[in-house]
């Protein structure tokens, strides 16, 4: 019964490092997603992805890269980590084969990252 | 573009009261839905009650129900007998109903942090 797990839960990096968030599923979801939640704010989406070798950006995408060569995992990179970047990091995913689709998103419990 | 507004920042209600949440959202799509998460501060974000916008009905899931209006866009969350365990962020959230090519993202609104007091 695992859903979406995301790795590391914490982190904290020097500015200019760079790391990869981990984010898998195991419930065969084609859709798969990276937000961000800043202080005080709602999330804002980063990457989506609708199945294994498509991503696209989303809102916030600039200092981020994604891959998704499976169905299960959906990574997501930070390649010169910037103060900027500290916020809490959530992956989600949903399942749709139809146009039209009432399946709500699952979350992980977020990775929470500083840049120092 | 759509938008979610989250108007109360903080809210309070005394355990076994009942406390009402505000959302309003904008958007030129007729067929939509809508969401309210439940975010405690473990971080988790739990879904609590989803609504289809061509249903006129208000959904309902036990103690947790929605005033839908549509015509007003508005998406209010009622918790009725409110527990300890009900304090947490609220956050309501817009997702169009065709996403069959694009995004299905969910927009957020801000929040509204509720305190539930014994």
């Known amino acids: 019964n695992a859903g979406v797990t995301q790795t590391p839960k914490f982190r904290i990096l020097k500015i200019g490092q760079s790391m990869t968030l981990q984010c898998t599923q195991d419930?065969?979801?084609?859709?798969m997603y990276w937000y961000r939640q800043d202080p005080g704010m709602g999330l804002k989406l980063i990457y989506y992805?609708?199945?294994?070798?498509?991503?696209d950006k989303g809102e916030v995408p600039n200092g981020y890269n994604v891959s998704r060569s499976t169905t299960e995992d959906f990574p997501l990179r930070l390649e010169l980590a910037a103060p900027s970047q500290t916020s809490v990091y959530f992956c989600?995913?949903?399942?749709?084969?139809?146009?039209?689709?009432?399946?709500?998103?699952?979350f992980g419990d977020g990775t929470r990252l500083s840049i120092l | 573009a759509q938008t979610v507004t989250q108007s109360q920042p903080e809210m309070s209600v005394q355990e076994a009261e009942t406390v009402t949440l505000s959302c309003t959202y904008d958007t030129s799509e007729s067929d939509y839905y809508l969401f309210w998460y439940k975010q405690p501060p473990s971080r988790q974000m739990i879904l609590v009650i989803r609504?289809?916008?061509?249903?006129?009905q208000n959904a309902t899931e036990n103690r947790f129900s929605v005033n839908f209006q549509k015509a007003a866009k508005s998406f209010s969350l009622k918790i009725s007998d409110s527990q300890l365990g009900d304090a947490a962020m609220y956050f309501c959230?817009?997702?169009?109903?065709?996403?069959?090519?694009?995004?299905?993202?969910?927009?957020f609104g801000k929040g509204t942090k509720l305190s539930v007091k014994p």
């Open positions: 609504q289809e916008a061509y249903k006129q």
């Open positions: 419930m065969n979801h084609n859709y």
């Open positions: 992805s609708v199945g294994a070798g498509i991503t």
């Open positions: 989600a995913s949903s399942y749709s084969r139809l146009a039209y689709s009432n399946q709500p998103q699952h």
């Open positions: 959230a817009y997702r169009r109903a065709n996403y069959g090519g694009s995004q299905g993202n969910l927009i």
